[in-house]
């Protein structure tokens, strides 16, 4: 499949919006807030996504069939979105943190398994490139060898990351790794 990709502001925040409710909001209402400083729950995500967005404080990238978005992956700088999974385990090998982080990816039902992510990743890192680049780091899981369910992989896998130019750091659950990237500055 051919997507395009498109970055998160208020001229697409109607066709993010859209995904997220053709899905309910996604995961009990998160709206991709799980990752910034505070959610407000799930009456309120949606409000407060809409508020980062128009501030400039809410990034990702959408991936796009024609006009409809199917997909996306939220990156920032670490202070946008300073909450992560398995963050005790992360912390006890930090040696610095990253300037980016890509927290969040979802697919809608019909196109799981149809390349969303690996475009949205690839969007994402384009983006960071535009935005100034720096280092990255994300923290996928390693689903080699192992089933997982697609809807539950909001973190991207390791082999997804890996094609993409990122290396293993240091593992920080059963399955989940620490993967760095360094992007140079660039793009438009």
Known sequence: MSFSIKPLDMTTWPHFAAL????NGVWGGCWCMAFHAKGVGAAGN???KQALV????AHAALVFDGPACVGWCQFGPTAELPRIKHYRAYREGLVALPDWRITCFFSDKAFRGKGVAAAALAGALVEIACLGGGTVESYPEDTEARAAAGAFLHNG???MFEAQGSSRNRQIGKHRWVVKKT???GGD
Do not use: S, Y
Not at 20 to 23: A, C, I, M, N, P
Not at 54 to 57: A, K, P, S
């Open 20 to 23: 997220v409710e053709r899905h």
């Open 46 to 48: 949606r409000d407060a």
């Open 54 to 57: 128009r501030e400039g404080r």
């Open 157 to 159: 896998t390791l082999a």
């Open 183 to 185: 992007v140079a500055a």
